[in-house]
């Protein structure tokens, strides 16, 4: 038994929105995950014993991209991230529509080699 014409287009026309309204949740839910992703964790230069600037930039960089979308044309970092509990450094992103976002990345934990910090958005 074949289901008429009209019925058939209605059923085709609420799976499709019920197919859209999956992926659109699946991208916001990835979005948000993303955004949420605040830690990270590098190893300690052997020369400096710091964490370089340049790696918490390219860090934030990534952290700060969203999924289909560019992120920041440039992160600049005050100074290296010491390997000591709640030491700080000052960043700032440079987004494309001259936006500037400033942060300030903390150490949260130290294990060997390794430096785990979060990101922090500062006040405007």
């Known amino acids: 038994m074949t289901a008429d014409p009209p019925r058939r287009g209605l059923v085709i026309g609420l799976v499709t929105a019920l197919i859209t309204a999956l992926a659109l949740v699946g991208v916001c839910t990835l979005t948000v995950v993303h955004l949420r992703a605040r830690d990270a ?33 440039a992160v600049h970092c005050s100074g290296d991230l010491r390997p000591v509990p709640y030491d700080e450094v000052r960043c700032t992103a440079h987004f494309p529509l001259g936006l500037d976002r400033h942060l300030s990345v903390e150490v949260t934990q130290v294990r060997h080699n390794k430096v785990t910090y979060r990101r922090h958005a500062l006040p405007r």
């Open 41 to 73: 964790t590098s190893e300690v230069d052997d020369g400096t014993h710091t964490v370089p600037r340049t790696e918490i930039a390219r860090t934030l960089s990534g952290q700060l991209t969203l999924p289909f979308r560019n992120g920041p044309d």
